[in-house]
Every structure is written in structure tokens, then in C-alpha cells.
């Protein structure tokens, strides 16, 4: 009973944020504006449909501005909090999160470049030099087949720290270093309705994957001893690698680097739901696109008419609980 009543307060929170995510901006707006621009919208986007009143007069600000932000938002938050709880288990270690495989360190690389010289494909450089980062180090971390566990995690850091000076060149010496700077940060200002098909797909795709493997998941918390329990760990690991790469690196090809919020919403999500996978993975994600939402709404609201980047905002929540986890983690408090 208390884990249905936790997923119901999480989805009320989510159409809440949602819904205050479309509601609330520069231009004020009723509640009758968005639910008549949204309705209107979605009777238009019918095949064969003839809509048979006329356009509201905030449809433009609702249906083609905020709201496929807002879906952004929470598409990203629901993926990098997926990414984030696989990402704890295949490192055993509840301090890890999807950037540690490298994919934000080549997705800054192929970003750096595309804005210096191929501007109009810097998602495209973006996510493939992130795929890039990945191959690089899981064949590093490969020794004789198997993947272990430290070996892939020193490689990731290792080739973080690498790519990141790599980035630092380009924004010291590029000529659209501003450019590269603000999307390092990360922001959903240029969203728009393909981002969000396009990152609907990859969730079809990954999410349902941890949804169904949530008891390997919980088997792969015990290594190599889960062998025993009839898991094959280095196949298992490697579609785990797939499937976080996958959720992590399109978000970053398409809203830039936004961190934190593969890190903390697990850990949210097992102080709600326990370590379980079973409720944990679903958990998280819906409290990582709620979060993700908040954040993006007090990054174009909290200093208007500027928008500060949405990363800003996660690192200003997340260091702080960051710090809180590692303090938790030496006293040994943390449940994975």
C-alpha cells in the first residue's frame, strides 16, 4: 500500500510540475489558455481532424514554445535518472551516475568542435564523439573479455579528465567559445517538438530494458558472486553499458551537459521506495523528470527576463546533497 500511494504522489508531482512548467513564465497566462492551446493542439495533430473553433490566442507561447520545453525537461530528467540508478549498480557504487562511462567529457569534445567548425551539426559531433567516448573506454577497461568493474570506472575518470582539457583548448582558443561555455551548461531554449520525439524513441527503447531487468539489476549489486544466482555478469554488464549510454548520451546531444540530476534522484527515490530495482528504477525517473522540470522553470523565471543555464541550477541543488551523500557514504548509511 505504501509503495502505491508513493507512485501516486509521484505522478500528481509530475502533472503538477508539468502543468506549472507551461503555466508559469514571462508572459502571464491562465489556466484556461493553456488547457485550451493544448487541446486545440493536440485536435489539430489529429489526422482528417477539422478543428472546429478557432486558433486561442496563446497557442504559439504554449504549444510551440513552452510545452515541448517542458516535455523536454522531463524527458531528459526521466532518462538521466534511469541512466543514474543502472548506472549505481553496474559500478556498485552509490556515488556514480551516467557521466562516468565519459560521455559528457566527448560530448563536450564533439560540441567544442561542431561550434568551432560545423555549426549547424553540433548535436550530431555531440553525440558521436560521446558514442566515441564510450567504445574508448569499455575497450580500454576490457581485459581478456571481461569488463571489470574498477578498471571501467578509473577508465571513465581517466578519459573525463582527458577530454575535458581537450574542451578547455577549444573554448580558450575558439572563436564561438561563448557558444560552447553556455552549452556546457546545458538548456532547453532551442527545444522543440523532434527533440522530444526523438528522445521519446530512446526512452521507448532503454527504459522498458530496466523496467524488466530489475532483478538483474539487484543481482548485479553482488559482482561476480551472482554467478552463482544464474546471472551472466559480463554479458549482463555490457547491455547495461548499452542502454546507459544510450539514455544518457541523446539528452546530452540535444540539451547539453546538465549534472547532478542522475545522481541525486535515486538516491531520492530510495529514501521513498527503498533499494529494491523493482520500484526504485520507476521511482527514480518520475523524480527525475519532476526534478529536471523545477530546475528548468527556476532557470528562466528566477532572473528574468535572463535565462540562466539549467545546469547552474542542478549543480547549485546537487552539490550541495552531493556532500551530504559522501558524508552519509563514510559514515556507511547508504543503502544501494
Do not use: C
Amino acid at each position: 500500500m505504501r509503495g502505491r500511494t508513493v507512485f501516486t504522489l509521484l505522478l500528481l508531482l509530475s502533472a503538477i510540475s508539468l502543468f506549472a512548467g507551461v503555466y508559469i513564465g514571462s508572459v502571464s497566462l491562465s489556466p484556461s489558455d493553456v488547457t485550451s492551446s493544448i487541446v486545440y493542439g493536440i485536435e489539430r495533430s489529429l489526422p482528417g481532424f477539422s478543428v472546429p473553433h478557432a486558433k486561442p490566442r496563446f497557442f504559439i507561447i504554449v504549444w510551440e514554445l513552452r510545452l515541448p520545453r517542458v516535455l523536454m525537461a522531463y524527458l531528459v530528467g526521466l532518462s538521466l535518472a534511469s541512466a543514474g540508478v543502472a548506472s549505481q549498480a553496474l559500478f556498485k557504487n552509490p556515488m556514480a551516475d551516467p557521466y562516468l562511462l565519459g560521455i559528457s567529457g566527448g560530448a563536450g569534445v564533439g560540441a567544442a568542435v561542431g561550434f568551432e567548425y560545423f555549426p549547424s551539426h553540433v548535436s550530431l559531433l555531440a553525440f558521436a564523439f560521446s558514442l566515441l567516448a564510450v567504445y574508448t573506454v569499455y575497450s580500454i577497461s576490457k581485459v581478456n573479455g571481461r569488463i571489470p568493474v574498477d578498471t571501467l570506472l578509473l577508465s571513465g575518470v581517466a578519459f573525463g579528465f582527458m577530454a575535458g582539457a581537450v574542451t578547455s583548448y577549444f573554448v580558450s582558443i575558439g572563436k564561438n567559445s561563448h557558444l560552447t561555455y553556455m552549452w556546457l551548461m546545458g538548456s532547453f531554449s532551442a527545444s522543440g517538438w523532434g527533440d522530444v520525439a526523438e528522445l521519446s524513441l530512446v526512452l521507448a527503447l532503454g527504459l522498458p530494458f530496466f523496467l524488466w531487468k530489475w532483478k538483474e539489476l539487484n543481482l548485479l549489486l553482488f559482482g561476480e558472486e551472482s554467478v552463482t544466482l544464474g546471472l551472466n555478469v559480463q554479458r549482463f554488464r555490457k547491455e547495461v553499458i548499452f542502454f546507459v549510454t544510450l539514455l544518457t548520451s541523446v539528452p546530452v546531444a540535444s540539451a547539453g551537459i546538465i549534472g547532478f540530476v542522475g545522481l541525486i534522484s535515486p538516491h531520492i527515490a530510495r529514501l521513498l521506495v527503498g533499494p529494491n530495482h523493482r520500484r526504485l528504477t520507476p521511482a527514480a525517473a518520475l523524480v527525475g523528470g519532476s526534478l529536471m522540470v523545477a530546475a528548468d522553470l527556476v532557470a528562466r523565471t528566477v532572473a528574468r527576463p535572463t535565462e540562466i543555464p539549467v545546469g547552474i541550477v542542478t549543480a547549485m541543488l546537487g552539490g550541495p546533497f552531493f556532500l551530504y551523500l559522501l558524508r552519509k557514504h563514510k559514515r556507511g548509511e547508504l543503502r544501494r
